[in-house]
T-cell receptor, first 119, second 114 residues
């Protein structure tokens, strides 16, 4: 299984500022995803981070608010822009490796998450 | 669209009790089904999975069977321990329709008392 690290593990930020979260994987993976877990809630997919192209965003999430980079097969960043208290959540990256067959019944592995509090 | 519904929590059990957490799903394709667990203060971990109908996933004494006829994937354990206290998430992944994204249920908090 892939080992995933995230930085920072937690942060407290002021309204109107931006925070960039890093996700590093110990091996090359095909798919990387970013999820949000609001307090007491389930996980919601923000976007799929595509290597070498623009991320694919889910309904309700836009690039201006959550810009994503994926410069290679082991690293991605998510920026939470112009933050408000409603952005207080745990942000998680996950990975899935499709393998040679390019089909997947593989599980996704999750990073430890970044706990963000916006004041 | 695809969705997952779990029984509401919190669920409180005594040690060695039998556990069932219900999960039903709606999917237009042929999803894979998963149970993830989130222990207090920790990240999300895969507990078990099943990739086709009638498959049984099992791990750490937990089991779940993929029932296509009832669109269910209920989590069971015969004898819970205090260390099983966590939040459990049922999820599906439907590559035929929605790529690799996971759709999660709302989570069920389990508290096991000694």
């Amino acid at each position: 299984s892939a080992v995933i690290s995230q930085k920072p593990s937690r942060d407290i930020c002021q309204r109107g500022t931006s925070l960039t979260i890093q996700c590093q994987v110990d091996s090359q993976v095909t798919m990387m995803f970013w999820y949000r877990q609001q307090p007491g809630q389930s996980l919601t997919l923000i976007a799929t981070a595509n290597q070498g192209s623009e991320a694919t965003y889910e309904s309700g999430f836009v690039i201006d608010k959550f810009p994503i980079s994926r410069p290679n097969l082991t690293f991605s960043t998510l920026t939470v822009s112009n933050m408000s208290p409603e952005d207080s959540s745990i942000y998680l990256c996950s990975v899935e490796d499709l393998g040679e067959s390019m089909s997947s019944y593989n599980e996704q592995f999750f990073g430890p998450g970044t706990r963000l509090t916006v004041l | 669209g695809n969705s997952v519904t779990q029984m509401e929590g919190p669920v409180t059990l005594s040690e060695e009790a039998f556990l069932t957490i219900n999960c039903t799903y709606t999917a237009t394709g042929y999803p894979s089904l998963f149970w993830y667990v989130q222990y207090p203060g920790e990240g999300l971990q895969l507990l078990l999975k099943a990739t086709k109908a009638d498959d049984k996933g099992s791990n750490k004494g937990f089991e779940a069977t993929y029932r296509k006829e009832t669109t269910s994937f209920h989590l069971e354990k015969g004898s819970v321990q205090v260390s099983d206290s966590a939040v459990y998430f049922c999820a599906l992944s439907d590559w035929s329709n929605q790529g690799g994204k996971l759709i999660f249920g709302q989570g069920t908090e389990l508290s096991v008392k000694p």
